[in-house]
């Protein structure tokens, strides 16, 4: 029933558009619209491309390699096997459902397959347009049981932080630390992390998406930690930073700030609030504090089946949230050669504030 709904939105914006049909090759638009979950490891469009007319039923374009697979998840589509390449059947199945303007998503396929695209549809005497986050604007609002697979993922998240965070002593490396975590991911039958995950010790922590090194935590430093998983394809997010040790009275009153930015930042999120209002709000409070200069991003971002998506919550966006968006609230400020403190926590739009999925906060007040 989801899929339907999708596809029927999906034709009714194609039709306002005046476009014929339009080429799905991102995977989680692909997942989105069709439920199929392969993904190309590197193979390419052969793996599946969507062919989704106005009207009718769409198509699922593959090679051998993924049939069984694409027909036992993509049940609303048509699956069409290509022996000669994806141009080839494309040259072939357009004219047969008078396709005449045809979209593609500019952001994701292949140059060299848009070449060839190109010189194949103007034989056919098929217009190809170039379209921008088309279908990523219907997966911004999610439906409750897309909300159920996240809040999910957070709780797995959250639990598998304070198994690890135990466990967390002088002596161990980032690296290994990243590893534990991903592990443990993995233990409890999640699919993947949404991410590489970013572990850093004293100064690195300064790097916003640092990678984990062979460092080896000592005593007296900012452990960062920023972590996500993925539950049913959908994504969670999240970043704990903290003291090894009895934390001193700079990173004290340096993560009391941070997390009063955050709480600013949660308090003005509701369905109608402008992006960069929300953003300023949690801004002005590191302002204040007189660190304007040392928050370098953005406020937050939304999740869904991809870990960074829309809406942005950022300075330059004046868009409106919208009910049932979900977006970190994650500010941070960083300083060479002392280490930084990100502290993230994701949450739902709803009309009248915002649903915390994050439940723990014990490594967020001291």
């Known amino acids: 029933m989801m899929v339907t709904s999708r596809l029927a939105s999906l034709q009714n914006l194609l039709r306002r558009r005046k476009l014929d049909a339009i080429l799905v090759t991102q ?10 979950t392969a993904t190309d490891h590197g193979i390419g469009e052969s793996s599946g491309v969507l062919l989704i007319p106005r009207r009718g039923a769409p198509f699922l374009l593959t090679d051998s390699r993924f049939t069984l697979q694409a027909e036992q998840e993509a049940t609303e589509f048509e699956v069409k096997l290509y022996k000669k390449g994806l141009i080839s059947l494309l040259s072939n199945l357009l004219p047969q459902i008078a396709v005449k303007r045809l979209a593609f998503e500019s952001s994701y396929l292949l140059h060299s397959t848009h070449v060839k695209l190109e010189k194949a549809a103007q034989k056919i005497g098929v217009e190809t347009i170039a379209t921008t986050e088309l279908i990523e604007q219907l997966r911004m609002e999610k439906r409750e049981e897309e909300i159920a697979a996240i809040r999910r993922a957070v709780e797995l998240n959250e639990r598998i932080f304070k198994e690890i965070h135990r466990g967390i002593a002088p002596g161990i490396s980032e690296l290994e630390l990243a590893l534990k975590i991903e592990t443990r991911m993995r233990e409890l039958g999640t699919q993947r992390p949404s991410f590489d995950t970013i572990v ?13 090194t062979e460092r ?7 452990v960062l930690i920023d972590m996500g998983l993925v539950h049913k394809g959908y994504c969670s997010d999240m970043t704990r930073t903290f003291f090894m040790g009895e934390p001193d009275p700079l990173y004290i009153e340096r993560h009391r700030v941070v997390r009063a930015a955050q709480l600013a930042g949660i308090a003005a999120v509701r369905a109608g609030a402008v992006c960069r209002d929300v953003d300023g709000a949690a801004r002005k409070i590191i302002a204040d504090a007189g660190y304007k200069d040392a928050f ?11 870990v960074h998506e829309e809406p942005r919550l950022s300075m330059r966006n004046r868009k409106k949230l919208r009910s049932s968006m979900v977006v970190t609230i994650e500010p941070g400020i960083y300083f060479p050669n002392w280490g930084g403190i ?3 926590n994701m949450v739902v739009v709803r ?4 649903e915390q999925l994050n439940t723990d906060t014990t490594w967020l007040d001291i």
Not at 27 to 36: D, H, I, K, T, V
Not at 351 to 354: E, K, P, S, V
């Open 216 to 222: 080896r935590l000592m005593k007296g430093e900012i």
């Open 342 to 344: 990100r502290l993230e």
């Open 296 to 306: 370098s991003h953005s406020l937050g971002h939304g999740v869904g089946l991809a």
């Open 351 to 354: 009309d009248d504030g915002c």
């Open 27 to 36: 995977p989680e638009n692909r997942f989105f619209l069709s439920g199929y």
């Open 200 to 212: 850093a010790f004293g100064d690195n922590s300064a790097k916003p998406h640092a990678m984990p």
